[in-house]
């Protein structure tokens, strides 16, 4: 008898506490949508509001259609997975024009980038020349993380050379 009892009670808690945890939640975002509703229904009944945020629409579409004729050059812009070698390929050739000798690592994705670390040898302004063929390359990038070092003979005197590191991060199309 005692465990019938014991049973029903324990039984009962579950469910008491089961419902406990389904509606707490639901009691909350029903809170949070009669909240919004009421700022609904206070937008709707008053006139002001209702002319600021149609005056508000009316500009978002006017800033919209202004801006949509560059969407696609700006999708243009940006790197398609598919193109990374010839990316890599574009940075080699810049690399021959400008006589510099230049490693490339891969560094950590991002989800909207590729990184990259380069590693360029050879006169400064070759590599300034690189730099700007470089933010002159049709795809959007980023350049940071500039280091240079000159280079020095085993007899420690200059060779006229740099050696500079260079990180770039090169937007993907998503």
């Known amino acids: 008898m005692k465990q019938t009892y014991l049973t029903i009670l324990v039984t009962l808690l579950i469910l008491a506490g089961s419902i406990f945890l389904v509606l707490k939640p639901l009691a909350a975002k029903i809170q949070h949508l009669s909240r919004l509703v009421e700022q609904q229904q206070g937008i709707i009944k008053n006139p002001?509001?209702?002319k600021q945020y149609q005056a508000k629409i009316t500009q978002l579409k006017a800033e919209y259609?202004?801006?949509k004729p560059k969407l696609?050059?700006?999708k243009q812009s940006l790197l398609d997975k598919e193109k990374v070698v010839e990316f890599i390929k574009s940075l080699e050739r810049a690399s021959a024009i400008n006589n510099l000798q230049l490693k490339i690592q891969a560094l950590p994705?991002?989800?909207d980038s590729l990184n990259f670390g380069l590693e360029l040898v050879g006169a400064f302004p070759q590599l300034l020349s690189f730099l700007?063929?470089?933010e002159?390359?049709?795809f959007m990038l980023k350049?940071?993380?500039?280091k240079i070092q000159a280079l020095y003979?085993?007899?420690k005197q200059l060779t006229g050379q740099i050696q500079s590191n260079v990180e770039i991060k090169v937007y993907l199309n998503q």
Not at 143 to 146: E, L, T
């Open 48 to 50: 002001d509001s209702q």
């Open 65 to 67: 259609e202004e801006v």
């Open 72 to 74: 696609n050059l700006l």
């Open 109 to 111: 994705e991002e989800k």
């Open 132 to 134: 700007e063929q470089l």
């Open 136 to 138: 002159n390359n049709q």
């Open 143 to 146: 350049i940071s993380n500039i």
């Open 153 to 155: 003979s085993k007899e």
